[in-house]
């Protein structure tokens, strides 16, 4: 059947099965004649099956791990009841912190007194660490940030600048087992910069616009790899100049390590969005 036909058999909407299929959720068959998506019985099934777990919160990695059978539905389901048996516990202290304020005609931000509703502020701060945590300004956020790229930048600018005067006529630009197979005027030092630059302005416009199917996850994979490129480019300056003066030679380990950065800050900025939005809802 069309996507058309799932649409009115599910009763969901085109592109919540289409992000279903985008995370292997479902794989429907291709008809042979025109190409298209050909549903099957069992996708409607499982569509509906997918969106009703989605309804009580699991997440798509547990629903892939479950048809995938690296777990149980079982076990998915025990583990959701408690963490929602959790959430149900934090919200009904925020209600009852509600009703305690409400109690109070007319309270004000400005007559608010904090001491009249919690005792023991540094038990009660402990207590709401995980929502507190959310709304700290740390590394992660800053990765992904324009302060970033500019400190990036700026240091690209500067280490051009300071060693300018103390490099060659001509440095390496290609490397092949630890010996320069390409080099170029010294000017080009100050091409890092200007490569920060242009990551920035122009292609991070077509990388956004290229994320844009997931619009959850997008913007930071965006910033993030943005700033990745501008860290690459200034690492590829700095292992330049240090292979100049015989001080490295293996541009491959500084490529990989700066790899593994990434992909632990794009991770555990995406685990940290992902718990604002379970603050949502």
Known sequence: ???????????????????????????????????????????????????????????????????????????????????????????????????????????????????????????????????????????LYLWGSFLTWTVITVLCLGIGIVSYAKLPANIPVQWSNGVAISLVNKNFIFAYPIVCVIIRYLLRTCIYARLQINNFYSEIITEYLINYMCFLALSIEIFTILFVYDLVKNIVVILFIDTIVLMVLLFAGIRKRNLRGKEKL
């Not at 408690?82 to 304020?101: F, H, P, S, V, Y």
């Open 1 to 139: 059947m069309t996507i058309k036909e799932t649409e009115k058999r599910t009763g969901l909407s085109r592109s919540n099965i289409r992000f279903y299929e985008k995370e292997k959720l479902i794989v429907p068959s291709r008809n042979e004649k025109n190409g298209y998506r050909d549903y099957s019985e069992k996708d409607v099934e499982d569509i509906k099956k997918i969106a009703y777990l989605r309804t009580i919160r699991v997440s798509v990695e547990d629903i892939r791990n479950v048809i995938e059978k690296k777990i149980t539905l079982y076990e998915v389901i025990e583990k959701q009841s408690k963490a929602l048996e959790g959430q149900i516990t934090d919200l009904n202290r925020a209600k009852a912190m509600c009703e305690k304020m409400l109690a109070t005609e007319n309270i004000s931000y400005e007559e608010l007194e904090v001491k009249q509703y919690i005792v023991g502020s540094q038990d009660y701060w402990k207590d709401n660490q995980q929502t507190l945590k959310l709304d700290s300004v740390h590394f």
